[in-house]
Structure formats: C-alpha cells, structure tokens
C-alpha cells in the first residue's frame, strides 16, 4: 500500500513559478515510477511529468517541456515538480502517482496509486 501526499500548490501570476512536493509512504516508493498529471474540471486527466525509479530517465509532456522539470529523492521518499514560465493555461488540480508494478511510464493506467490533487492557479 502506498499513500501519496501532494503539496505546494497555489495562486501564482503568470510568469511565476511553483514546486509541488510529493510524500510517498510505503516501501515501494525507491522502485516505482513515479509521475505528475493534471486535471481541469470537465476534462481527462492527462500526464505532465513523470521519472524513473533511478531517477535517471525522466519524461516530459509537450507543453510543459523546457519550463517544468520532475525529480525525486528516494532518501526522502518524496518527488518534486519544478514549474517555471507558468502560463494560465497551466491552471488545473495536480496530481501525484505512483506507478509501483514495474510498467512503462504510460499510459495513465499503468499508475496504481494516486494522491488526492493540489490546485495550482495561474492568473493572467
């Protein structure tokens, strides 16, 4: 069992930056994928972000490629999202997952275990 615990989440204006944190319980973290989605009310949870067990590979979605960037410390149980250049368009509940049965980082359903969401604002 794994319980995810996101933080950092806020009102930033555009431009800004946030980093969301992510405490994982459970034994499982150091060998998991790790990875950060995001949802907007009425639409599909899709992927931003998500690193190897290592911490070696990490993954990145399009839009957010060159201003966010995930990484992890398995000392701490805990994995990071670094989101700089924020745009409003970025505005969503962000989400932490783990993904601890060794499968690929995609897609979303290779993921097993969720935290409950952080909602990150970006004002124009």
């Known amino acids: 069992q794994v319980q995810l615990v996101e933080s950092g989440g806020g009102l930033v204006q555009a431009g800004g930056s946030l980093r969301l944190s992510c405490v994982a319980s459970g034994r499982t973290f150091s060998r998991s994928v790790m990875g950060w989605f995001r949802q907007a009310p009425g639409k599909e949870r899709e992927f931003v972000a998500a690193i190897s067990w290592s911490g070696g590979t990490t993954y990145y979605a399009d839009s957010v490629k060159g201003r966010f960037t995930i990484s992890r410390d398995n000392a701490r149980n805990t994995v990071y999202l670094q989101m700089n250049s924020l745009k409003p368009e970025d505005t969503d509940v962000y989400y932490c997952?783990?993904?601890?049965?060794?499968?690929?980082?995609?897609?979303?359903?290779?993921?097993?275990?969720w935290g409950q969401g952080t909602q990150v604002t970006v004002s124009s």
């Open positions: 997952a783990a993904n601890t049965g060794g499968l690929s980082w995609y897609p979303i359903s290779n993921y097993d275990y």
